[in-house]
């Protein structure tokens, strides 16, 4: 028998291919037993709000079977009109995060271990039920205390309901805007934000703003924004230390020193009098004190020692304020990123000040404000006399005397004030997803705060700070598993109420953290529970939403055609009813996604300004030292100052770092994925001999971190810019972010006035890393 | 008698081995391809012959890609009391009772490669379910082995139904 | 027959990269890791390019998002040795991915660098299989992928329209990134209809193409941005 060759390599060749064949037949895709095999394959989109910002856009789902598989915008949403955002995009890595606890847990052993135990959800109620009942019963309520995201919806309402029929005034949510509504407050009365009329403004002049990566109206924003630049009908002007996405879209980008931002108002202010080039009728109808404003103006401000404080050549600071004149209507606008800074609500005040110098508060393509959706307000509250008593107890985070509504609300108060037992222990604390700076400081102060707060609750659904934190976890579901509303941010001008249904029912034993609190009302007694008279959440958010219906305004979402039609009508007077009855209205309601109001009405004097004069009010009370920008001492040791900015879409937001999808993109303008970088202007990086992509310490006196350097002529030579928000890892579970958080480089000064960290005056020096 | 040269001899000695190997193989092959047990023997052409339409129990067919896997419901809506004295049906009412879903085993098989889409063939196409599926509707018991559908086959009825032959019409 | 192409609007275009993550939850793209990112073996079919020029403080940045080019004489059909990456008929590059042997001859003709090879196998967390969209394949290791104008649309619109008895309309198949670009900035059609958006766009005095000397004539348009970027 003689064998070729070639049936030799026939034999082996025959071999060689079973061996993958017999791989791909015994692939699990085939597995004849798994029961993903074979599934009904049933489609659908299923409306519903993102709740991964504040922004609340409205989206659809597609849904197959029981799984999520895709986000698209819901179109008739008249905030995103059917677009979606990164981070929205990547939503349903939350759902699916290999990170979500599966069900409630309890802490066994050591405090500062995590090991965990598997309770029933029978179990863990009790626990927390008996805790409560116990503190109230020994009169200690108050020591009880809830820590939350700001959200603009009924869950936030449902909270302070349950606290306050509790007998808690801690109820601590932290929200990033506080110094705009601050600002508000203080020149026109209301503790509110104001809409920006973007589509009708000829020119933005955005002190630092992220109007197009960071506001919760953002997708509002960028559909403007492409709109006019297509339409040739835009000009942006950009002011801010660093190039920003904003500072690249902007027509133009001037460079200033830090905290100087409202210094240059009062400059362009200053050119604005001194030329006339104000509004008059609107100064003399709408405004107070511009007298005192006028004279603190020509006699404080000299333009020559704005240019050289705030860094904007003299012809620059001249331009701008004829430009924001001619460009009529202009809006001159600012955000949280103003508010980092030691000297924030002059900052703000002042740059608002242009708006009523322009006349451009309640007008078209100026500022407007926000009319609420007339959903149907909670019941009152009956309170119990425990409650009463203990709601007369001093609020835990500080009542330093203050003129401003929210000056006591800041995380450092409130950690500090809890951890110091001052004015009292806390006795249980309650945590719900509160934002970024809550958890970067939590991690800070660990020890602490469980050395002094005896029993820590988590309704986190992720493994992450916050649970680590806790003595038990009764794990919330994502906002695709629960019924959810949702009220536009008063960033945009008509208000819109989005609302849905579960996507998906909840996975493992996640509860969503409103029918949990519902359930431990009925524990709690039939004087407490009977301030909680629904069934379940769904039935608590459809009695609000029937307040849509009765109002007789407005209209659940439709096309644009419709939409502008009802804007005409009500504008004029009118409104016509689409639906017969409640129950019409509400599946409608929930089929579309939500309500709306297009229309706007100006000139409504008293809910514009709702201070006494009824009158925009200038301030001119300002200490010298407030002008000035507030520049931390030059310091040998530490020659360069620290930039720190929110990327885009994660401001304040803690669970991004779940979403590796939208994670590895947030550097792209740096070709970086998983890195944090630290921005270097050319000149500065020649002098300490860093090249591009170096690794290096960046270091303060309070710590030092490793970064890529990323050479970047968008910076000053004096400052060097570091990312927030930015994991290393994707799926990075607990802790190992934590290491690398830029926030810890911050030294701990705070605005006094509004309590709100300083970001902006830590100095700091960088070298290169040994090795890589 | 003549030597066997070396390389004659080691020749033999690697196709002996390649063969036990390969018939290993095929052993094992064999075995992962075939042997499908569905949980109850079920009987198709009992129920086609009492009337029941493909899509009394594939409800999907016409308007997703999947045609659907027989829901539980869909058996308790006839099978409210037994009907037979059978062994099976016994075992059925046992399932309904409990309320414990049939894990039917999927018969025939796609590669992970392919997009299939019932809607597009039976809705759109007007391709009878036979075409594919055979005389499935005259078996009285469960076909023990897995069917493949394989490319030339359909590849062949689009060159005669001039559908598209473009790769990414079918690969995904 | 039709000839699908995109025009981007690099004025409008704000480099926000939601038609990056669009594009990897749509077509099943695992995300990256650390090591992938040293090697530079991260996958990404649509990419942010930035264009930073200039020096402090007068410096200008364009953000130039980057899908496949669907050239109408793409470079890597004609070194594909098995035929698996072809011209289709109505001008999509395809790549069919059973067929490729990963010899990756593609990925170092394609100019544009938009052809991705997969160096691993996609890790997915069993969590994370439950969003995977089952018109769209999980790749293997060892094949080379890339943008396919989200061809699965393609098929799915087209079996919507004759399920309706009806033509199929240009708006009816847009591919994810289009789908989700909040400026408008990504516009997408018939480029041979002359009625069309794209067809429109594709001819005006700001249109251009990448790398256009080249003669692989793409189906991506570019408009320039205009004078407000100095």
Redesign the interface.
């Known amino acids: ?3 070729k060759r070639r049936d ?1 390599l026939k ?2 060749g ?2 060689s291919l ?2 993958p ?2 791989t791909c ?3 699990k ?2 597995n ?2 798994s ?1 993903s ?7 659908q989109w299923v409306p519903s709000v993102c709740q991964a910002c504040p922004g609340g856009c409205g989206i659809m789902v597609r849904v ?1 079977d029981d ?7 819901n179109p008739l949403h008249p905030l ?1 009109k ?9 939503g ?2 939350l ?4 990170e ?1 606890v599966r069900g409630p847990l309890k802490k066994v052993g050591d405090r500062n271990e995590e090991r965990w135990e598997t309770i029933s959800w029978d179990e863990a109620l009790n626990t927390v039920s008996t805790k409560l009942q116990q503190l109230r019963e020994s009169g200690k309520s108050h020591t009880v205390a809830f820590a939350g995201k700001n959200q603009q919806n009924t869950t936030d309402e449902l909270v302070s309901r349950f606290f306050e029929v509790y007998g808690s005034p801690n109820f601590f949510k932290f929200d990033e805007w506080a110094a705009l509504k601050n600002a508000y407050f203080v020149s026109q009365g209301i503790y509110d934000l104001m809409a920006v009329d973007l589509k009708n403004s000829r020119l933005i002049l955005s002190f630092g703003a992220n109007f ?2 960071n506001w919760p109206n ?2 509002e924003n ?2 403007i ?3 006019k ?2 339409e ?1 009908d ?2 942006i002007i950009q002011i801010e230390p660093r ?1 920003s ?1 904003e500072a ?2 902007a ?1 133009k ?3 200033i020193n830090r905290g100087s931002e409202g210094l240059l108002a009062l400059g362009i202010a200053s050119v604005l009098i001194k030329e006339r080039l104000f509004n008059q009728a609107f100064v003399e109808r709408f405004t107070s004190q511009f007298n005192e404003f006028r004279s603190f103006i020509l006699q404080n401000i000299s333009l020559d020692q704005v240019s050289e404080m705030t860094g904007v050549p003299l012809s620059s600071i001249i331009e701008i304020a004829k430009e924001f004149h001619t460009r009529h209507p202009a809006v001159a606008v600012s955000d949280f990123n103003l508010s980092y800074s030691a000297n924030s609500l002059f900052n703000i005040l002042a740059v608002h000040s242009l708006n009523a110098l322009a006349g451009n508060i309640d007008s078209p393509g100026g500022f407007l404000r926000q009319r609420q959706a007339p959903v149907t307000e909670l019941p009152p509250v009956t309170l119990d006399s425990v409650a009463k008593k203990a709601l007369s107890e001093e609020e835990h985070w500080g009542t330093t005397e203050s003129d401003l509504p929210l000056r006591s609300k800041n995380t450092k108060d409130m950690i500090d004030s809890m951890v110091n037992k001052s004015p009292y222990g806390i006795n249980c604390l309650f945590l719900s997803s509160p934002g970024y700076q809550f958890v970067s400081y939590i991690q800070k102060k660990k020890a602490e705060i469980l050395g002094s707060i005896p029993f820590i609750v988590s309704f986190s659904p992720f493994m992450d700070e916050t649970s680590s934190l806790a003595d038990l976890i009764l794990p919330d579901t994502t906002f695709y598993e629960k019924w959810q509303d949702h009220h536009s941010s008063p960033l945009s001008k008509i208000p819109i109420v989005g609302i849905s249904k579960p996507v998906i029912q909840p996975l493992y034993q996640s509860r969503p953290l409103e029918s949990t609190l519902l359930t431990l009302a009925r524990t709690m007694g039939e004087d407490f529970a009977q301030n909680f008279p629904w069934s379940d959440y769904k039935e608590l958010l459809l009695y609000r939403m029937k307040g849509l219906f009765r109002a007789k305004k407005g209209s659940i979402f439709s096309s644009s055609y419709e939409e502008a039609q009802l804007r005409i009508l009500e504008e004029r007077g009118w409104w016509t009813p689409q639906h017969n009855s409640e129950d019409a209205f509400i599946k409608d309601l929930l089929e579309k996604g939500g309500w709306q109001d297009p229309s706007y009405h100006f000139n409504e004097r008293s809910f514009v300004y709702q201070n006494n004069s009824q009158r925009f009010v200038f301030v001119s009370s300002f200490e010298i030292e407030d002008v000035g920008s507030n520049e931390s001492q030059e310091n040998e040791d530490y020659p360069l100052r620290l930039f720190l900015f929110d990327l ?1 879409f994660t401001s304040s937001d803690s669970s991004s770092k779940n979403m ?3 994670q ?3 550097g ?2 740096f070709g ?4 944090i970088w630290v921005e270097v ?3 500065t990086a020649g002098a300490l001999g860093i090249r591009d992509k170096d690794i290096v310490w960046v270091e303060s006196p309070q710590g030092r971190i490793k970064a890529v350097a990323r050479i ?6 004096e400052i060097v810019g570091m990312p927030l928000n930015k994991t ?4 990075a579970s607990k802790g190992e972010t934590d290491i690398n958080d830029p926030l810890h480089l911050l030294e701990e000064t705070y605005d006094e006035r509004t309590g709100i960290p300083d970001r902006m005056s830590t100095r700091v020096k960088i070298y290169k890393a040994r090795g890589r | 008698m003549k030597k066997l040269r070396k390389p004659k001899k080691l020749g033999l000695v690697l196709v002996g081995l390649t063969l036990v190997v390969s018939v290993f193989l095929l052993v094992i092959l064999i075995d992962s391809w075939g042997g499908i047990t569905q949980p109850l023997p079920f009987n198709h052409k009992i129920h086609t012959d009492n009337g029941l339409a493909c899509e009394d129990c594939h409800p999907n067919f016409m308007e997703y890609a999947s045609s659907g896997r027989p829901e539980l419901e869909i058996c308790a809506s006839c099978h409210e009391e037994a009907l037979t004295e059978s062994e099976e049906e016994k075992r059925l009412m046992e399932y309904i009772q409990d309320g414990n879903e049939i894990d039917w085993v999927r018969l025939y098989r796609i590669p992970e490669d392919v997009y299939f889409s019932h809607r597009r063939h039976v809705a759109v196409g007007n391709v009878e379910c036979a075409v594919c599926h055979g005389d499935i509707v005259e078996s009285t018991r469960p076909p023990s082995k897995v069917r493949k559908i394989s490319m030339e086959k359909c590849m062949d009825c689009h060159e005669d139904q001039e559908a598209n032959n473009d790769c990414i019409a079918c690969h995904r | 027959m039709r000839k699908w192409g995109m025009v981007i609007d690099l004025d409008r275009c704000t480099g926000c990269q939601a038609c990056v993550v669009a594009c990897k939850a749509e077509n099943n793209v695992v995300f990256s890791d650390p090591t992938q990112e040293e090697t530079h073996r991260a996958i990404s079919w649509m990419s942010v390019l930035t264009v930073l020029e200039g020096e402090y403080p007068d410096v200008k940045e364009s953000y130039i998002p980057r899908p496949c080019m669907h050239c109408e004489n793409p470079p890597c059909v004609k070194v594909c040795p098995v035929g698996a990456t072809y011209k289709n008929p109505e001008g999509i590059v395809a790549q069919v991915y059973t067929r490729c042997i990963g010899c990756r001859y593609c990925t170092n003709n394609c100019p544009y660098t938009l052809k991705y090879f997969n160096y691993y196998r996609p890790r997915w967390s069993n969590e994370m299989k439950n969003l995977l969209n089952p018109d769209v394949s999980k790749r293997q290791v060892g094949v080379v992928e890339k943008c396919s104008f989200c061809h699965h649309r393609l098929q799915k619109a087209k079996e919507d329209a004759r399920f309706e008895k009806r033509e199929l309309r240009e708006e009816d198949y847009v591919p994810a990134c289009v789908q989700t670009c909040p400026t408008g900035a990504l516009i997408f059609g018939d480029l041979q209809n002359p009625k069309s958006e794209v067809h429109r766009l594709s001819k005006i005095s700001r249109a251009f193409r990448l790398l256009e000397e080249l003669g692989t004539e793409p189906q991506v348009f570019y408009l320039t941005e205009g004078e407000w970027h100095g």
């Open positions: 028998m003689a064998i030799f034999i082996g025959g071999l079973s061996l064949l017999y037949i015994s692939d895709s085939y004849s037993t029961k095999n074979w599934l009904a394959g049933v489609e197959i799984r999520a598989v895709k986000i698209e915008g995103n059917g677009k979606v955002c990164p981070k929205g995009q990547a349903l890595q759902l699916y995060s290999p979500r197009l990566s953002v997708m960028q559909r924004y492409g709109e630049r297509a040739g835009l000009k190039f996405i690249s879209r027509d980008w001037i460079p885009p590796p999808w939208y590895e993109n947030l792209f303008r970086i994925l998983w890195k202007n050319p000149e970047f002529p968008g910076i000053g030579p290393e890892h994707p799926l």
